[in-house]
């Protein structure tokens, strides 16, 4: 499994460390370039997140239409040339079409898909916690770099750094990437968003998956803005933001590894996420009212540990609530939502830095995390499957075709490596009842 889908991580990874890499300092850069007022700013930060949740869907089409490998390489080619858009920008709005170019290479959704064509379905669930983990890990080392390269390069290079990261995943997708097998699923339902909103569980994750990410660039436009402000508090130097990043960073990856296998192995998701969104208020409320550098400290160490607890853990969790037929429209409703969220988050700070201060906007951010708190503790943690792996040799397909059972999730077939694969619930049904319902005899 790690082989398949430590390339398609790697991909997925340095597009985004490219992207956090200029979250630290960007809205201070950007809040002195020409024509810009903190809405503006703000819009620049989420901006690539809203070309992100338009073109989501039509990357999702053409990549069935014309696979998965040609769709990365397109949507790496857009974002390569965003990037270089930004790198050369002098202005305010030339820097925003910069961004919005880099969203609109939509390749977010395309790479969990192609994890899910390669890795079998009782280990995707460590597949997709994998690759969270390594975004986790790329916003983390991303976190530090940024301010440390922005003060003696400048915050242009971020963005030609960004570049040259995303011709090296172009390499990383022709020479590591392995073509997926074919496979065919049979599904005995349809599926509506609907559906998918009245399931709790999903509906809390995909207000997981929406607040994380636009909490994210809240704190993104907020942090930078409020150390280096001449007029505010803190009054630091561009130079000096390591020093809250780099602990912060630290303290988000040693956080990172028990939730990760707290959720995962231990299958207590639920409980992480209620953790990560109390550390989401105290974070919040310590930025909010800092009188004292190291309080603001803490509020983004705390903010960081919140974050990379919940990033492992968000699509697995999603893939394992849905239903088999609800899978692709549920990550696709959650991942939609996320990118639509990370720009309204953006936006909402850059009004409130210019219409309010950042009291007001922390006592608001409180209330709705709380709010976001007394939801989430109606999730349940997700059933356990496991599967069982018949050779298509074996199977008569008029009683597959028959097989219907409340406790089995799904069955479909591996073309390429010719076999049949059923899910189901150990608990609840035998292996050997499931084997004389469809073997030939």
């Not at 901006?47 to 239409?65: K, N």
């Not at 050369?88 to 820097?95: A, C, E, G, M, R």
């Not at 130079?239 to 912060?248: D, F, S």
């Not at 899978?327 to 953006?346: C, D, E, H, P, R």
């Amino acid at each position: 499994m790690f082989k398949t889908v430590l390339p398609l991580s790697a991909i997925l990874s340095l597009r985004f460390f490219g992207l956090f890499l200029v979250l630290p300092v960007l809205s201070a850069y950007a809040l002195n370039l020409e024509g810009s007022t903190p809405f503006l700013v703000g819009v620049i930060v989420g901006g690539y997140a809203l070309t992100q949740a338009i073109f989501q869907v039509p990357f999702g089409v053409m990549s069935d239409r014309i696979g998965r490998k040609p769709t990365l390489l397109v949507g790496l080619v857009i974002f390569l040339v965003g990037s270089i858009i930004c790198a050369v920008s002098t202005d305010i709005y030339t820097l925003m079409a910069g961004r919005f170019l880099q969203g609109a290479g939509a390749i977010g959704a395309v790479i969990p898909a192609m994890i899910s064509d390669l890795v079998h379905e009782e280990s995707r669930g460590k597949a997709m916690a994998l690759m969270g983990g390594t975004i986790a890990i790329s916003f983390a080392l991303a976190m530090a770099a940024g301010p440390v390269i922005s003060a003696y390069a400048g915050v242009a290079s971020l963005f030609w750094i960004t570049a040259v990261l995303s011709i090296l995943a172009m390499l990383v997708l022709f020479t590591k990437v392995p073509t997926p097998p074919r496979i065919r699923h049979i599904y005995h339902s349809t599926t509506t968003t609907a559906d998918i909103l009245k399931d709790p569980n999903l509906l809390s994750m995909i207000i997981t998956n929406g607040m994380q990410k636009g909490l994210m660039t809240v704190a993104f436009v907020l942090i930078p803005i409020l150390l280096l402000d001449n007029a505010g508090i803190f009054k630091w130097e561009a130079k000096e933001l390591w020093q809250v990043y780099v602990p912060a960073m630290f303290m988000g990856l040693i956080a990172m590894g028990p939730a990760a296998v707290f959720g995962e192995k231990y299958n207590k998701p639920r409980e992480i996420f209620l953790l990560s969104i109390v550390l989401f208020i105290v974070s919040f409320t310590l930025m909010g009212f800092a009188t004292k550098s190291w309080e603001f400290v803490l509020g983004v160490i705390a903010f960081f540990m919140a974050f990379n607890m919940m990033e492992p853990l968000v699509q697995s969790m999603i893939s394992k609530y849905a239903k088999v037929h609800q899978k692709g429209a549920a990550l696709g409703i959650a991942n939609g939502v996320a990118y639509f969220m990370t720009f309204i988050g953006g936006a909402v700070a850059g009004i409130a830095l210019q219409y309010s201060n950042r009291e007001t906007l922390a006592i608001g951010l409180i209330v709705i995390t709380t709010l976001w708190l007394l939801w989430t503790f109606k999730m349940q943690n997700p059933h356990r499957y496991s599967h069982l792996y018949i050779s298509m040799d074996h199977v008569d397909m008029e009683k597959l075709n028959s097989l219907e059972h409340e406790h089995i999730a799904e069955w479909y077939i591996n073309e390429t490596e010719n076999i049949v694969a059923v899910k189901y619930r150990k608990d609840m049904v035998e292996e050997e009842a499931i084997k004389a319902k469809i073997v030939k005899g």
